[in-house]
């Protein structure tokens, strides 16, 4: 029997896993045809993990005491992020939202620097060309349209590059993000939507955002593949992410990624979480714990005996970050006028000028 045609794209009805709840090797039939990453691809994973895991805690700590203006926690979601940006090269494009403070410590930013956004004292703490990230995107799916800009450009000038854009299951409500699926089908560049579904948009339900079967489905009317896979599975994300990676960059072109997760915490230490979603649901994920789960199928495989090392340096990580980020900052208020043209209008310079003056006179 011949399939129909767009059938290929469809996601598969249950997603990818390849180490399950318990940590043990997830069925054959679950793997879909993956196979499981490298033992040295799992161990990096796994210490991404665990210092990503004490760098939430520590933030989730100095929001609480004031040193950052707002943090949304990447607890419980943490798999999606490593496995995500793990699977992508230093010289390709990571485009975040503002949740994804793991996954930009696990791409090697300071973690001072990848806080600075939310302590308020920049629009960017790091070098966005340096590490190729652009700035963490507050507004919903604007970054994907970016993404697919830069990705289109980086194929249109021959470099092998490839645009990674981080997306909520929220995200997929925006018109920015059907526009940035339409024009990376349409025209081929070398984009992958990912998509971590943690089944809220702040406290708005997903049945209440879309009726399709999934999201990864939303792939399937613009003639991209879509594919499903469990967010809280490391291994499962390192490979379904690698693999839709190198279908981009060997001119394949976008794939839809859907990452299955859950927010442990809520939407950010602004909101109270338990207005909309029971005890018993946040408990239930809390048992499908990311970092547990390839922690047990290391353990099991013989490949990690202990983990003392690593819990040492993630927490050195800790300590560094209290102790940079303890002080008050010091701010220049002429940095208002920085960084908004490439070189500085008529304007922006008549307006720093009083600025100063005004200053002068409070000084005197």
Known sequence: ??????????????P????????????????????????????????????????????????????????????????????????????????????????????????????????????????PRAHRTAPQCTPLATQSLHAVGAAYAARARGLDEVALAFLGDGATSEGDFH?????AAVFQAPVVFFVQNNGYAISVPLARQSAAPSLAHKAVGYGVPGVSVDGNDVAAVLAVVGKAVERA??????????????????????????????????????????????????????????????????????????????????VAPEDLFAHVYAAPTPQLREQAARLLAELGEEDR
Request: a negative charge; one cysteine or more; hydrophobic letters at 40%.
């Open 179 to 183: 526009e940035a699926m339409n024009f």
């Open 249 to 330: 960059r060997s001119g394949g072109g976008p794939t839809l990624v859907e990452a299955h997760t859950y927010r442990i915490e809520a939407h950010t230490n602004a909101d109270d979480a338990t207005r909309y979603r029971p005890d018993g649901e946040v408990a239930a994920w809390l048992e499908r714990d990311p970092l547990d789960r390839i922690t047990a199928y290391l353990r099991a495989a013989g490949l990690l005996t202990s983990v003392e090392e690593i819990d040492a340096e993630a927490e050195a990580v800790a300590a560094d970050l209290r102790a940079r980020l303890s002080g008050e900052p010091a």
């Open 16 to 127: 990818v896993q390849l180490v399950d709840e318990h940590g043990d090797r997830a069925p054959r039939s679950r793997a879909q045809g993956y196979g499981m990453p490298p033992a040295e691809a799992l161990l990096a994973a796994h210490r991404a993990l665990v210092i990503g895991r004490r760098f939430d805690r520590q933030a989730t700590s100095l929001v609480k005491q004031g040193r950052l203006a707002v943090y949304p926690s990447s607890h419980g979601q943490e798999a999606s992020q490593v496995g995500a940006v793990l699977a992508v090269r230093g010289t390709d494009w990571v485009f975040p939202t503002y949740r994804e403070s793991v996954a930009l410590v696990t791409r090697g930013i300071d973690p001072v620097e990848v806080l600075t956004l939310l302590r308020g004292d920049w629009h960017c703490g790091y070098d």
């Open 1 to 14: 029997m011949v399939a129909k045609p767009g059938t290929e794209l469809l996601p598969s009805a249950l």
